[in-house]
Structure formats: structure tokens, C-alpha cells
């Protein structure tokens, strides 16, 4: 309570950008040690297009923009563009073995719709940028 006896909110505490589960961790971490470079980092970004409108890509880089927000997780660095923030934030990345293979996947709250394919999603504002799946 303040001075005068009314209630005051907590600040809130903002979710991370992103975060990695360990299996993510663990692979990074193997990529960065194999490529023997410190300063690679994963790049994590969206780009209009997909059969949901939006699409995820990622990158090993060994350095970040300017603009770019850099999210530490131990040892290992994520770099996300500010286009990209604005859609993902919150996100985990996590890296999956299975029969088609293994990759690093987005596991986003902020969308509301995905592709079959897992590689495009919608957060409910973009879809004009849809466009038709391959086939």
C-alpha cells in the first residue's frame, strides 16, 4: 500500500525475449566448441512469407547489429533483430531429434496459428503476408 492507504500494482517483470532448453543449450554449445569461435551466437529472425503469413530462420553468426538484441544464456549468445523481437517474444528454442531429422525449433505463445510444416505462423495481424504452400 501507498501513503495514502490505496493499492499499487508491483512492477511487472517482462518475460525474456527467448529462452533455450537445455537440448538447445547443449547443441549450441557443441556447434560453437566444434567451430572452436566464442563469438558465434545464434541468430533467431522472422520474415514475411509462409503459408501463415510469417517465417522463422536462424543463422550462426559471429557478431550482432546494432540494433539487434543480444539475449545471454550462460556461455552462449542470441541474437534477435528488432523486427524480429516484436514477433517472438517469449519464445523458447528448443533443438528436436526425430525421423525427418533434427533443427532448432520456435515454440511461440504468440501464435495463433501455424502451418503443417511448422516453419510459418501467424500471430493474427499478418496474415496478408500468407502465401500459398509448395507442393
Known sequence: MDVQGMVTAEPLIADPTVSLTSEAKDEL???VTEEDDPSLGLRVFVSPGGCSGLSYGMSLEDHSDDSDEV???EDLKVFIDEFTVNFIRGSQIDFVKGLMGAGFTVQNPNAVKACACGSSFDTGSNAET??????
Not at 130 to 135: E, G, L, N, V
Open 130 to 135: 500468407a502465401q500459398k504452400c509448395a507442393d
Open 71 to 73: 539475449i545471454e544464456h
Open 29 to 31: 554449445r557443441r556447434i
